[in-house]
């Protein structure tokens, strides 16, 4: 079962466990169910729901590649994770890292519980709220070794939200796909602003997957001012 996904990840190096198969069923059921009262996502054909959600969560894998010393105890934050999305496919995965959902809206919140409960993924938690507010929080400031993010806002917004959260000499992942150049340049200076070094964009090209994914790779270098990330809105409204 789950035939695109297993065979996906074999082209990304990577094995799965019949155990983390029906992890991966259950999870698409309940999506699938939860998604005809409650707006999770618009992919509702279940092979796409393995490939574009799962797989594709499952790209920045090849990002860690790279800090792979720290998988097994490795904090990580998926911002604006909506219904899970990378974090739950990456927790079920690295079976040992510890993860926070990170999302605002209220019914979502109410799926992932649901999700982390049903699939006893413990070392999970899920934390409601928006990302300007929480990367203020000292529980949560400059404390994960992993940021992830999908699907949230432009890199330039992104940069704000999201390196706060890193510690420092960590790694932010933002998964994108397709021309990035412009996007890329419009988010140098909100980059460097929130403390991000270098960035480097992976490319991942998967038979399963039409477009190639990109993986835009930050590593925190500096500590993000205190004054990042502003009001909510701010940062989408007035990118730095
Ligand atoms: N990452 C998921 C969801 C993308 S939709 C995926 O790729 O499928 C964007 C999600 O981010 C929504 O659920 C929205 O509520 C949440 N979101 C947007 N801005 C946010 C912010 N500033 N703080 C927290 N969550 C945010």
């Keep these: 079962m789950l035939q695109h996904l297993v065979d996906g990840l074999r082209e990304l190096g990577r094995d799965?466990?019949?155990?983390?198969?029906?992890?991966?069923?259950?999870?698409?059921?309940?999506?699938?169910?939860?998604?005809?009262?409650?707006?999770?996502?618009?992919?509702?054909?279940?092979?796409?729901?393995?490939?574009?959600?799962?797989?594709?969560?499952?790209?920045?894998?090849?990002?860690?590649?790279?800090?792979?010393?720290?998988?097994?105890?490795?904090?990580?934050?998926?911002?604006?994770?909506?219904?899970?999305?990378?974090?739950?496919?990456?927790?079920?995965?690295?079976?040992?890292?510890?993860?926070?959902?990170?999302?605002?809206?209220?019914?979502?919140?109410?799926?992932?519980?649901h999700i982390i409960d049903l699939l006893r993924l413990s070392g999970s938690e899920v934390v409601q709220g928006r990302a300007e507010d929480v990367a203020h929080d000292p529980t949560h400031r400059e404390s994960y070794g992993l940021v992830v993010a999908r699907a949230v806002a432009p890199l330039a917004t992104l940069a704000e939200l999201c390196l706060p959260f890193a510690s420092m000499g960590s790694l932010f992942v933002a998964l994108k796909k397709g021309e990035l150049g412009e996007e890329l340049y419009a988010a140098q200076n909100a980059v460097k602003m929130a403390g991000g070094g270098d960035t480097r964009v992976i490319t991942v090209r998967l038979p399963q997957l039409a477009d190639d994914r990109r993986l835009v790779c930050i590593r925190k270098v500096a500590a993000s001012p205190d004054r990042l990330p502003r009001r909510p809105g701010i940062p989408s409204k007035r990118p730095l």
């Design 16 to 113: 799965i466990s019949p155990a983390q198969i029906e992890m991966f069923e259950l999870y698409r059921l309940e999506l699938l169910r939860w998604n005809r009262y409650t707006n999770l996502t618009a992919i509702t054909d279940p092979a796409q729901v393995e490939l574009r959600h799962f797989l594709d969560s499952l790209t920045v894998l090849q990002a860690l590649d790279t800090i792979s010393p720290l998988e097994s105890q490795l904090k990580m934050i998926d911002v604006g994770t909506g219904a899970g999305f990378p974090g739950i496919p990456l927790k079920v995965m690295l079976t040992d890292c510890h993860l926070v959902l990170l999302e605002a809206t209220g019914k979502r919140v109410a799926f992932l519980t």
